[in-house]
């Protein structure tokens, strides 16, 4: 068992900044300190709303500690600020935490020591062990408790058969391609009532009940109960591949008692987060409008009987991100409108108000991540970040009108010197208004070399918080005397589902012409020096980084191209979301209009580019195939026209997830810029980047200097 640790304000304080290698520094962020920060992900909010239960991404030290993905901390605050507690630390991964509905015990899953499967452990509010409460024959997925505690529901996909098992351990190792996959199921099963069974296995054995599985006809994703003990909802696919998860759920109606479908809730498009009314006569979603819709941004509401649905705000030009319900009659919504965020109510004749909107740094509204509230949606807890801080945690109540910071994961940020951030609106060749996230150079002047780093999707956007990591570090450019945008371009989300579509079908074209569009405006503006541009970004942005790097190489100086697309014409038979992929952005087929495909590659351009371009990303990625950047890196690199690197990190998927190869990464990210764009540099740098730590050379060094241990 592991015991969780009460510790008070002052320990935290104590124990963040002793664990820190940038404990109370100053100057600018730098690569250490960036591979410090901490951040708030999840909350929970108590069912009489005075104590909130969140998650704390806490990154591994690169060349310190063992490498491997952020461990997630469980941390405990009242409503009113007082008593912040961590509840569960010491290198774990807790997720999906929840409080009991009698809100004496906070939920969680987790795996720990010898567990061979994840599964959901409890711990006591007023003090005691973390204890496993529920297990099963494999990890478990998703789960919710009845409104009553009596029962769990939870969705995991079943054991591998033994004789596969069995082939496997005498050499029979292969996957046949997307047909071995298992069925998500959704089960049923009694919530233990005596604790004593967590430490008595034999009082556990005899206690013991198989779980039921509810029929379904598809993969379940996620459960969620209603009001009583005889509704569930949960969300099902035809499978559980990616691409169904994306584009083919939908809200399914059970009833708990019957283990019996009611009704599949027909949302017309991708689906977001969903809530049944307390009453049990509606369920609420995040919905696309239609399939072609990219991004869930729409507030739909159904019956529970006759599943008609109904925008709430079909004139919103925003998109809805996450909901909770105000008794039966109304909702509250947190909402990206361009840069910023919206808190809102909805009532369910349509009727909208306005909370509050986040305005950037001098304002007392952050940008909100994460939302949770009462049943009556009286009292309310959200993640939010600021331009100064990544996400903490807030609270508001009654009729309060300010939301109130509660907590400091990073209490050493206040004496780091960050660079001045605000929303920069331009306009685009056709008219089009347009804005983006600008982070102006640290004590540098003007006109400033430019990194524009672009975001993926398109179906995102940049909001006007915490917009600095480790694949767009740009405070850390802008301490090195960058200018640095993050350009919401079109396609971008946050201005409503006309704009997010407005990408559609022309990939390459009107989307990234935006992207010179920005430069010019900078440079007239006289912010940036046009001779000194730089590109980066990730997936869809390192599509846009390929892109400027060939077919406009002309204006581009460096680019740094991270998981990105270069071949348009084989990306839809190689990625794991080919229906999306042309559901949701193509519009056609992957196998017709080959030339236009071609055309709009960045590879069909290769001949043109003179840009000194990095490529990167992760051998196991399935998103973004790998053969997009060995392709384009190959191209490049006969021609021999400009500098070229291709740096590959194993096992990584779709972006990086190790702390080592995050670090590294970041690195050359700024290296790459600081050489080619800033200083104008014409051949490769070294091919290693000098990490933060103590090397074997240094260790080498010390030995012959005669140092001993």
Aim: charged share 25%.
């Amino acid at each position: 068992m592991f015991r969780r640790a009460l510790l008070p304000a002052v320990s935290i304080l104590i124990f963040a900044l002793s664990n820190s290698p940038v404990a109370l520094a100053d100057g600018p962020l730098d690569f250490d300190r960036l591979a410090a920060v901490q951040r708030a992900r999840s909350v929970a909010l108590s069912p009489d709303g005075t104590l909130i239960a969140y998650t704390v991404s806490v990154p591994r030290r690169p060349g310190v500690d063992d490498d491997g993905p952020a461990w997630t901390e469980l941390r405990v605050v009242s409503a009113d600020g007082s008593r912040p507690r961590t509840f569960i630390q010491d290198h774990h991964a807790v997720g999906q935490v929840a409080f009991t509905p009698d809100g004496t015990e906070i939920t969680f899953v987790t795996k720990r020591g010898d567990d061979k499967h994840s599964g959901v452990w409890s711990l006591p509010i007023d003090g005691g062990e973390a204890r496993r409460r529920f297990e099963f024959e494999s990890g478990i997925d998703s789960y919710a408790l009845s409104p009553d505690g009596s029962q769990i529901a939870f969705v995991a996909t079943p054991k591998v058969p033994k004789a596969r098992e069995k082939a496997k351990k005498k050499g029979y190792d292969r996957d046949v391609f997307e047909e071995e996959w298992r069925h998500r199921n959704l089960y049923l099963a009694s919530w233990p009532s005596d604790d004593s069974r967590a430490t008595d296995p034999a009082a556990e054995e005899k206690e013991k009940v198989e779980p039921t599985r509810i029929p379904l006809e598809g993969s379940a994703f996620d459960v969620r109960w209603g009001a009583d003990t005889a509704t569930l909802a949960a969300t099902v696919a035809p499978r559980p591949l990616v691409d169904d998860r994306l584009v083919m759920r939908r809200v399914t109606i059970i009833d708990a008692t019957e283990r019996t479908v009611k009704r599949v809730v027909p949302n017309p498009g991708k689906l977001g987060p969903y809530r049944l009314s307390p009453d049990g006569s509606h369920v609420a979603m995040v919905s696309g409008t239609d399939r072609n819709d990219p991004s869930p941004g729409r507030l739909m509401v159904a019956g529970t009987t006759d599943g008609e649905m109904r925008d709430l705000m079909p004139t919103f030009d925003g998109h809805v991100r996450t909901i909770e319900w105000v008794g039966s009659s109304a909702l509250w919504f947190i909402a990206d409108v361009g840069a910023e965020t919206r808190l809102g109510k909805v009532e369910l004749d349509g009727t909208v108000s306005t909370r509050f909107e986040s305005a950037g740094i001098a304002a007392p509204f952050p940008v909100i991540t994460a939302m949770a509230s009462t049943a009556d949606g009286s009292s309310m807890a959200f993640v939010g970040q600021k331009p100064t801080h990544p996400g903490e945690i807030y609270a508001l109540a009654g009729d309060e009108q300010t939301p109130r910071k509660l907590t400091d994961s990073n209490p050493w940020l206040q004496e780091v010197e960050l660079a001045p951030q605000e929303v920069y609106r331009f306009e685009a060749r056709d008219g089009l208004k347009l804005e983006g996230v600008l982070i102006r150079p640290l004590n540098a002047q003007q006109p400033a070399p430019l990194i524009l780093m672009v975001h993926g999707g398109p179906e995102s956007q940049d909001r006007n918080g915490w917009v600095t990591n480790y694949s767009r570090p740009g405070q850390l450019a802008a301490a090195e005397g960058f200018a640095v945008l993050y350009p919401n371009y079109r396609g971008s989300t946050g201005r409503g589902v006309e704009f997010s579509k407005w990408g559609h079908g022309d990939a390459a074209g009107k989307e990234f012409d935006d992207l010179i569009d920005a430069i010019d405006h900078l440079a007239a503006a006289g912010i940036v020096d046009p001779e000194r541009v730089g590109v980066t970004g990730g997936s869809y942005g390192g599509y846009a980084t390929g892109w400027l790097s060939t077919r406009y190489s002309e204006r581009i100086r460096g680019g740094v191209m991270f998981v990105g697309i270069s071949n348009k014409s084989s990306k839809g038979f190689t990625t794991d979301i080919p229906i999306e992929d042309q559901w949701s952005h193509t519009l056609y087929e992957p196998w017709t209009r080959w030339e236009f495909s071609l055309d709009r590659s960045p590879l069909f351009h290769a001949e043109k580019s003179r840009t000194p371009l990095l490529i990167a990303g992760g051998t196991g990625d399935t998103r973004v195939h790998p053969s997009q950047s060995l392709q384009l890196y190959r191209a490049l690199k006969m021609l021999d026209n400009a500098p070229v690197r291709y740096v590959r990190y194993p096992g990584e998927p779709h972006g990086n997830r190790r702390a080592a190869s995050q670090d590294d990464y970041c690195r050359r990210v700024i290296r790459w810029m600081t050489h080619f764009v800033r200083d104008a540099g014409e051949e490769l740098p070294p091919h290693d980047v000098p990490y933060g730590y103590p090397t074997d050379d240094d260790d080498d060094e010390n030995e012959d200097e005669g140092e001993t241990p």
